[in-house]
């Protein structure tokens, strides 16, 4: 059984001095794992989340509980000279920094990983910021949204006939978080063998343009843009979502054998399975404009319960195409122990996301809920640096925490 104890990164502390998405989605990911994850906010703002999306409970939002489970928060005015050094002495304790300011800025402050690592050298310490450290954009601030736009990502997504779309979530931002959090258990690794940190800098722009992938390298083989298809797939055919006669649902063939098995078992068309224009998916996706119309005819000519168990009974991928509420509240999901309810001091319970991995066929666990604003404050300086009650009175007096 997974306790807090053997989690893989128990143990290990993290300090996040990031907001909004991708760097707390690396800490998210760190505090997955089994790390302790203090996560700085400002005393009378906190993450610019908390503002964002539907109200749950007095300081949360839907949006900020996305990102921000297994960790907890505290308060501190980081434009103090004495939050600046609460701060320093709160590096001293941790493992890891993440950090997603302004570029400069968090060297103005006196905390940039020059600054520390001299007194510290076994630092791991991740700067996210929107473009290259080293180059001429440094200063820009990074944006999910621009760098969509920037990345070519909304010109590969929608349908050919809409103008360019971003991606229904911020998916620069949580796969630059994603790729932060990889950067840095192999910086964790590395410190193993040398006993040396790592500055880990991640960028928007560099891993929006990596979830292009292979769009992104069709578009240097063809000189321009290649074509959109919204919800088909560039290069397999039929792979994507049809109209049922009473509803949507996705069909996913992946080879020939199982286009020969559609068109016979599942659509009974085998004139389309033996047709020279559509034997191979080469040749079904040159000629998918002949094609298409065809099987959209098929398809939507019966009900989805018979085209899914037909297609299930012949090994065809295939499934539902659900409304987010419905998926979330699914017998799958349930059963899968994916959403949790968990106590709330405010709203009574609160919905928590689970952690997607499993160690040893087990699904590590969700240790604590999204925090309220500032709750560990005065639990965690005066347990890390020994700060009084009459000191961290007096701090709050002075709306240092």
């Known amino acids: 059984m997974t306790t807090q104890s053997n989690l893989p990164l128990a143990g290990v502390r993290v300090l996040d001095l990031s907001r909004v998405l991708a760097g707390p989605w690396c800490a998210m990911v760190l ?5 302790e994850v203090i996560k700085v906010e400002h005393p009378q703002r906190g993450d610019d989340t908390r503002d964002w999306g539907m109200r749950v409970g007095a300081t949360e939002t839907a949006y900020f509980n996305s990102v921000n489970r297994n960790k907890r928060s505290i308060c501190l005015d980081l434009k103090t000279p004495e939050g600046q050094q609460i701060a320093r002495d709160l590096i001293r304790k941790s493992d890891i920094v993440i950090q997603n300011f302004k570029f400069g800025d968090i060297e103005r402050l006196g905390l ?12 791991i310490y991740c700067s996210i910021t929107g473009y290259d450290r080293t180059g001429p954009e440094a200063a820009r601030p990074g944006y999910d949204l ?12 929608g349908e050919p006939t809409q103008p360019p779309l971003k991606f229904g979530v911020a998916a620069v931002d949580m796969m630059t978080g994603m790729y932060a959090a990889q950067g840095v258990l192999a910086a964790l690794y590395d410190r193993e063998k040398t006993g040396l940190g790592r500055h880990v800098g991640m960028a928007l722009f560099d891993c929006g343009l990596m979830i292009t992938a292979y769009y992104g390298l069709e578009a240097l083989l063809r000189g321009n843009d290649p074509p959109r298809y919204g919800n088909a797939h560039p290069s397999i055919m039929p792979y994507g979502v049809y109209e049922a006669e009473d509803g949507p649902l996705v069909i996913a063939v992946g080879n020939n054998s199982q286009y020969l098995r559609f068109c016979t078992e599942v659509i009974e068309r085998p004139d389309l399975a033996e047709d020279e224009r559509f034997k191979t998916n080469l040749e079904r ?32 991928p295939c499934g539902e195409v659900a409304g987010l509420y419905e998926a979330m509240t699914s017998p799958r999901t349930v059963e899968a122990g994916l959403v949790n309810k968990m106590p709330h001091p405010v709203a009574g319970t609160v919905d928590v996301m689970s ?29 890390l640096l020994g700060l009084s009650e009459e000191t961290l009175k007096a701090l709050k007096k002075r709306g240092v925490v």
């Open 31 to 35: 505090g997955d794992l089994g790390a």
């Open 112 to 123: 940039g990983y020059e600054q520390m690592k001299e007194e510290q050298p076994g630092l």
């Open 146 to 157: 621009v760098i969509q736009g920037e990345a070519g990502l909304m010109a590969l997504n």
């Open 285 to 316: 996706t040159k000629h998918r404009e002949e094609l298409v119309p065809q099987l959209r005819q098929a398809v939507g000519a019966r009900k989805r319960k018979e085209l899914l168990e037909r297609m299930t009974r012949v090994g065809i």
């Open 355 to 383: 952690s997607p991995y499993r160690f040893n066929g087990e699904r590590l666990p969700v240790r604590s809920a999204p925090p309220t604003l500032g709750e560990g404050t005065n639990e965690v300086l005066a347990d």
